[in-house]
């Protein structure tokens, strides 16, 4: 009995001490899942059931999807979501090609001020949005582009490119130098180098700064509140913003389709390129 006890105490001490372990990833589990759980359920419900059950009642209709068509037909999210579409592939075409061509050239090329011009684009990190709104609309409104998207692709790549070279800066610090030294002394240029030796040994680091990249802009609010003037350019998040407007009171349920349809749409994106980002981000942890 002594030495049967004695087999089980380490498993059982492990146990034990696996418990906090599991409460806590059960309170982070129901805090995640409840909310995005609550979203759904809701996008379900008729307005009556709104007005009249509890908050945390389930839908009575599982498959009553009409809110979504409303969603998409009378609240124009359709045209938001294509509006954000057509602002996030360019500006982010433009923040990446741009930052890992200058993060290549201030870590890998050798060149004089080099150091400042890398601490020119720290300095762009440092310098908060809110204080070039105004100047930028004045000079977007004076070349006649407050009209169309170019505000926000051109705004959009010009506060993230700062980010994107530095971060890209790191990563390519983190690729040894003998490769370039070997690939210098096999005869390449400097653009064969980027291309087949620099950009294929960053690739991972370059999906976590687009993702990163992405979301900043996907999400964004107040530039694309301060530079959309009309409601055929308004993007996904100005939309939500003014949804339950169009509608003369607040409809619960289309409110509650247009928001899952925008979280799920991002959360899918991630969880695509998860193990992507997870390789990019210990990318330039360690050097050599």
């Known amino acids: 009995m002594t030495a049967t006890f004695t087999d089980r105490s380490p498993r059982l ?55 979504y068509v409303e969603a998409w037909t009378t ?37 004089k001020g080099r150091g400042p011009v ?34 926000l692709i051109i705004t959009y790549t010009a506060i993230g490119l700062p980010l994107t070279v530095f971060m890209m800066a790191t990563y390519f610090r983190s690729v040894p130098r003998e490769i370039f030294e070997a690939a210098t002394l096999d005869g390449a240029n400097i653009f064969r180098m980027f ?42 998040q100005v939309g939500l913003l003014n949804f339950t407007g169009q509608f003369g009171q607040i409809q619960y349920g289309p409110t509650f389709a247009a928001i899952a349809v925008n979280v799920i749409g991002t959360l899918a994106i991630y969880l695509f390129l998860n193990q992507r980002v997870m390789k990019g981000l210990t990318a330039g942890s360690v050097k050599g």
């Open 13 to 67: 001490i492990s146990f034990v001490r696996r418990i906090p372990v599991w409460i806590i990833v059960g309170i982070l589990l129901v805090v995640v899942v409840y909310p995005l759980f609550w979203l759904l359920t809701g996008s379900l419900k008729t307005q009556e059931e709104f007005l009249n059950n509890p908050t945390w009642a389930l839908p009575e209709d599982w498959t009553n999807f009409s809110n």
């Open 75 to 111: 609240g124009n999210l359709g045209v938001y979501i294509r509006n954000s579409v057509l602002a996030v592939v360019p500006a982010l075409f433009f923040t990446i090609v741009f930052g890992v061509a200058a993060g290549f050239a201030l870590e890998v090329m050798v060149w």
């Open 118 to 151: 890398l601490l020119a684009f720290l300095a762009g990190i440092m310098i908060p949005g809110q204080m070039i709104l105004l100047p930028l609309f004045t000079i977007y409104f004076r070349a006649g582009l407050t009209g169309s998207l170019w505000p």
């Open 195 to 236: 291309w087949t030796i620099g950009f294929p040994l960053v690739r991972n680091a370059i999906f976590t700064v687009a993702l990163v990249q992405f979301f900043f802009i996907w999400n964004d609010l107040l530039i694309a509140l301060t530079f959309t003037t009309r409601d055929d350019l308004r993007t996904i």
